[in-house]
């Protein structure tokens, strides 16, 4: 029987969860649209539950249909309802639960590629536009201070545009946990005040990139650790933090070539 309510007590904690850009109590987290339930099901992440709108069957219904081939529950909710678990203007009638992987740091340093490490970007554009540029410019995996705009946001997911469901991430981590794990790696921050121009560093060796929030920047345990780079520019005094963290990917990946 579809769920016909929005005071059903289920959908109830769906809509809080994406409310707050928060998992669900029990770890999962709610995506939403036919992009992220597709990348979810192509990659490691466990898809639990899809709630589909009846219009969104009619739209989707080998998408739904391939969910239900792989013993996920699917759950029928009226239009109405459905419209009070979605964040976005132009629902598509499509909200997938997702358990993401329990990563490791090993999964995380195990490529020779550069480590991301967001530090305090709470702005889930800006965070999931670096996950975007990490995947394409072959980081090793992405490290999310506890200041961080969580993983389970939903426009972080989307503007992500299902990176995040292809490279191993950790989150919620301290300043210390992350500089006590990175090993051999060297430590690099973005900062617009950088003692050496990006363009004059060696990224050819395994490295890990600091990108701070564009109000406060790389936090001060940070810079007391890294070796602070710059890009130079012209006219504007700093870059946002998502651009200056892809020219910073792109220059890596230019140099290993």
Not at 115 to 142: H, K, M, T
Not at 146 to 156: A, D, P, Q, T, Y
Not at 237 to 257: D, G, M, P, T, V
Request: one cysteine or more; charged letters at 20%; glycine letters at 8%.
């Amino acid at each position: 029987m579809p769920l016909t309510s929005p005071h059903n007590p289920q959908l109830q904690k769906v809509r809080r969860a994406v409310e707050t850009g928060r998992p669900l109590e029990d770890g999962v987290i709610a995506a939403e649209g036919p992009h992220l339930l597709a990348e979810a099901l192509a990659s490691a992440w466990q898809v639990e539950q899809v709630f589909y709108s009846p219009a969104a069957w009619a739209r989707h219904q080998e998408l739904i249909a391939q969910a239900e081939r792989r013993r996920v529950e699917i759950t029928e909710v009226a239009e109405r309802p459905f419209k009070s678990i979605s964040d976005t203007e132009q629902n598509q009638g499509l909200l997938a639960l997702l358990r993401p992987p329990a990563f490791t740091w090993t999964q995380l340093l195990e490529s020779p590629g550069p480590l991301v490490i967001l530090d305090g970007i709470q702005d889930p554009g800006n965070a999931g536009a670096i996950v975007r540029s990490a995947e394409a410019f072959g980081a090793a995996g992405l490290a999310f201070t506890g200041g961080c705009v969580r993983i389970s946001n939903g426009k972080l997911l989307r503007a992500a545009a299902g990176s995040l469901f292809r490279l191993p991430f950790l989150e919620n981590l301290s300043s210390a946990d992350i500089i006590g794990s990175l090993g051999h790696r060297r430590l690099f921050a973005l900062t617009a005040s950088g003692r050496v121009s990006l363009a004059e560093t060696d990224l050819r060796k395994p490295f890990a990139l600091v990108v701070g929030s564009e109000g406060r920047g790389v936090s001060e345990a940070f810079l007391s650790a890294a070796q602070t780079l710059s890009i130079r520019t012209q006219g504007v005094e700093s870059l946002n933090a998502a651009i200056a963290c892809s020219i910073a990917l792109f220059e890596a990946r230019r140099q290993s070539k």
